[in-house]
């Protein structure tokens, strides 16, 4: 949102702000809050509960995806210090033979 934006939106609430206070009440209810909604609609805002939830959400992500680094970084480890055995079969079974095959 810019400064134009929020200038613009001012002065359309303040045109619509009647002029006896009295009436101010049921005058807000009735034009600026509509304008309100309006333009938080227009400005894809989201509630604080739909807010929370992404959160949420983002955070288990973000969780799961450090857990599958954590593990794929384990495995480069234990495949560079040779933990894991490598080794050709060649066979007949194979229908390519020489194929690599991590055990």
Not at 1 to 21: C, G, S
Request: one cysteine or more; hydrophobic letters at 40%.
């Amino acid at each position: 949102m810019t400064f134009e934006t929020l200038k613009a939106f001012a002065e359309r609430i303040a045109v619509l702000l009647p002029a006896d206070p009295r009436g101010m009440r049921d005058e807000f209810k009735n034009t600026v809050k509509p304008l309100i909604e309006a333009t938080l609609n227009r400005m894809d805002v989201v509630t604080r509960e739909e807010f929370e939830a992404q959160t949420l959400v983002l955070r288990k992500t973000r969780e799961k995806l450090e857990t599958l680094e954590a593990s794929a970084c384990r495995a480069r480890r234990q495949r560079r210090a040779g933990l894991v055995d490598l080794h050709y079969r060649t066979s007949a079974a194979w229908p390519q033979r020489g194929s690599l095959i991590i055990a």
